[in-house]
């Protein structure tokens, strides 16, 4: 572990999925490396959540994800780079470093957990942790070509997140290999009583429960590129092959989830962010004698970044007075046909399968020219099961003509993470990953 640690600074200067490194060089007596999204507070190292706001702010605890792990043996090495307080699928929408993808550095990691699985996929042996609120744990990992899960909504702590929807985020775990996600979710998973949604969990299942069959949405499988499709259809026979059963199903709701998402994550969000006015939370600076509203619009324009501006807006006009029940409380309701939806199909099925994300990661100039809604709506097929609160994984399972990898996701019934970990060792078996070529 010492040879990586010595590599670590070289590393990042090439991928960028760093925002702050340990300064200790030497792994000594640790069982294990790993990482963590910068918007997760540790005593030793800088905490942004990728925005300017935060800048210089400096946690004086450990999360709780983060003190287990150290408990267990590991070293922090790094916290990772992140679009502002998780607003985005590109990891582009960052007040700091852009992460690059490990096969091609002209392309996006994914987001918005981008540094994780940037992390996860160039350093030997890594282990990575991500947080998820609509897809930001598997939308990066199918785009790093990595291993990624997002438990059940309350199986892991969120004491010491920076939030960004508190009905939706949840930590999770990134790694080249399969069989380190239920090693390292284990360790992590659990009650604490500094979260209370997290007093509500069942048992923590760790043996083996073979998956014996998948539904895949027909509303899953439109608008993908024709090499997602194509990939995915052979990866469906891959499956086959080692005994599952693949059958097509209607789930009418799926579509409805992303315009419910907006407003259930942007009102949360917008809440959230009313702390950093620069008063008690947020950089300080500027004229304190100003009226409040002056001095809070000053820092505000001044330190957030496009998207969270526009995510604040979006929440505080969806929050308006009169406006709660018609938008807000609607979004709820639709997240339970959400949640009735899958419950119904995984009644008679293990899991739910679609593609992980509709193309590979595209290049940053074609980033640019995205409007917003474009990149909303990139998020499509990972939406759902987030506002479901259902614990989904995305495995790497081809790649395309230019060598970018593919994922697919699966989805299981709440706590049923034991069928994924499962699932995710069966496959790593006869998948052939190809991990990509690091230099530094």
């Known amino acids: 572990m010492d040879s990586v640690m010595k590599d670590l600074k070289a590393i990042n200067a090439k991928y960028q999925m760093f925002h702050a490194m340990s300064d200790d060089i030497v792994a000594g007596d640790a069982k294990f490396l790993f990482s ?14 990728g925005s300017r706001i935060l800048e210089g702010y400096h946690p004086v605890f450990d999360a709780t994800c983060i003190s287990k792990l150290r408990e267990a043996g590991g070293k922090l090495v790094g916290k990772t780079n992140m679009d502002e307080f998780g607003f985005g699928t590109f990891s582009t929408n960052s007040g700091f470093e852009i992460p690059r993808n490990p096969y091609d550095l002209n392309r996006a990691c994914g987001g918005s957990s981008g540094g994780s699985a940037c992390a996860a996929s160039v350093i030997e042996d890594h282990m990575s942790l991500g947080v998820s609120t609509g897809g930001s744990i598997c939308c990066p990992a199918s785009f790093c070509g990595v291993y990624g899960i997002a438990p059940t909504y309350g199986r892991v702590s969120r004491h010491g997140l920076i939030d960004y929807g508190n009905s939706l985020d949840k930590i999770g775990v990134l790694s080249q290999k399969a069989t380190d996600l239920k090693k390292y979710m284990q360790i992590i998973a659990g009650k604490d009583e500094r979260d209370p949604t997290s007093m509500a969990q069942p048992d923590f299942k760790t043996d083996y429960r ?3 069959s998948v539904a895949v949405p027909k509303e899953g499988i439109e608008g993908l590129s024709k090499e997602v499709e194509s990939i995915f259809k052979d990866a469906l026979e891959a499956l086959k092959s080692i005994g599952i059963d ?14 419910a998402y907006y407003i259930l994550a942007t009102s949360e969000a917008s809440t959230n962010l009313a702390r950093y006015v620069g008063m008690r939370y947020g950089h300080q600076e500027g004229d304190h004698s100003l009226k409040f509203d002056d001095y809070f619009t000053e820092v505000r324009s001044k330190y957030f970044g496009d998207e969270a501006k ?15 029940g018609r938008h807000y409380a609607k979004a709820r309701e639709v997240r339970q046909v959400v949640i009735n939806d899958y419950k119904r199909v995984l009644e008679t099925h293990d899991a739910v399968l679609a593609p992980t994300m509709p193309f590979t990661a595209p290049r940053f ?3 640019s020219k995205m409007s917003a809604l474009e990149s909303y709506k990139a998020d499509y097929l990972t939406v759902p099961a987030n ?3 259902t614990p989904h994984l995305s495995v790497p399972c081809g790649y395309d003509s230019e060598g970018m990898p593919v994922g697919m996701q699966f ?3 709440h706590w049923n993470e034991d069928i994924l970990f499962s699932i995710a060792e069966d496959w790593e078996k006869q998948f052939d990953l190809k991990r990509p070529e690091v230099s530094i």
């Open 36 to 49: 963590a999204k910068d918007n997760l507070t540790s005593y030793d190292m800088e905490a942004c959540a």
């Open 387 to 389: 506002i479901a609160g």
């Open 411 to 413: 989805v299981a019934d």
């Open 365 to 367: 100039d074609d980033i």
């Open 210 to 212: 073979k998956m014996k």
């Open 246 to 259: 693949v059958d097509y199903v209607d789930m009418p709701s799926l579509k409805y989830a992303m315009p």
């Open 310 to 324: 526009r995510r604040i807006l979006l929440g505080t006009y969806a929050r308006m007075a009169g406006f709660g």
